[in-house]
């Protein structure tokens, strides 16, 4: 799912950690960044925090996350 704005940084990194499967984010290059690595968090957010954030496209191993994550992000 796309990205659109997002502005709590700390409750989206909370809603990663409640997520049962792997989370990652996934730029329009290739680039990915598993959000289960905090090392990986961080570069997501400085990448989330550029222009690039609206490029960039949530996924979820497990569909009851992609179901959490669409409701979060609503």
């Known amino acids: 799912m796309k990205l659109r704005n997002i502005s709590q940084l700390n409750a989206f990194i909370t809603a990663v950690d409640q997520c049962q499967g792997g989370v990652w984010l996934e730029s329009p290059e290739g680039d990915k960044y598993n959000l289960r690595s ?16 609206s490029r960039l496209e949530l996924y979820c191993s497990h569909p009851q996350d992609e179901v959490f994550f669409a409701s979060f992000l609503a």
Do not use: K, M, R, V
């Open 38 to 53: 905090q090392f990986s968090q961080y570069l997501a957010l400085g990448a989330l925090l550029t222009e690039q954030g």
